[in-house]
């Protein structure tokens, strides 16, 4: 696993497409309650992530969306906080599992995601992610790895 910026274990799924897309703008995406549905769990009281692939459901506009992102040849990342495994919500598999839920609903639509980057420490880990601290201070140099550019300050919110 990389170091990690700001706090961050982060986790490479997928990777960009060879052509180098450096310096170029790009879209970054939450996953939780952005594409997928957030999970209410009556006996704890709380929203959460989805724990089990039965759960994890892509919203209906979602494909569309990104197509159209990728249609203006703009590079589509999701960058999300994943703590249920280092919670033991649930196993990395099933975060694979959840990849190939996202990728598989978005396939139809002719839709894609260039990159995704997964958080998956939590302060109170029951299961230890390989959390290791950042050297580097911020995110550009783990997205210039997939070509996405170095320079993130004209960043939009």
Request: proline letters at 8%; a negative charge; one cysteine or more.
């Amino acid at each position: 696993m990389p170091d990690c910026a700001m706090g961050l274990a982060l986790r490479q799924l997928t990777a960009c497409p060879s052509n180098s897309m450096s310096n170029a703008p790009a879209v970054f995406l939450d996953r939780d309650g952005v594409i997928n549905r957030l999970i209410y769990y009556k006996d704890a009281g709380i929203v959460d992530s989805p724990f089990t692939g039965a759960q994890f459901q892509v919203f209906p506009w979602v494909p569309k969306a990104i197509r159209l992102l990728n249609d203006l040849g703009l590079p589509v990342v999701i960058v999300s906080n994943q703590p249920g495994v280092a919670k033991e919500h649930f196993t990395r598999e099933v975060l694979e599992e959840f990849e190939k839920l996202l990728h598989a609903a978005l396939a139809p639509g002719r839709a894609h995601v260039d990159a995704t980057y997964y958080c998956l420490h939590h302060p109170n880990a029951i299961v230890d992610t390989n959390f290791v601290p950042s050297r580097e201070g911020n995110m550009s140099t783990h997205f210039a790895g997939v070509g996405i550019g170095d320079d993130l300050r004209p960043a939009r919110y």
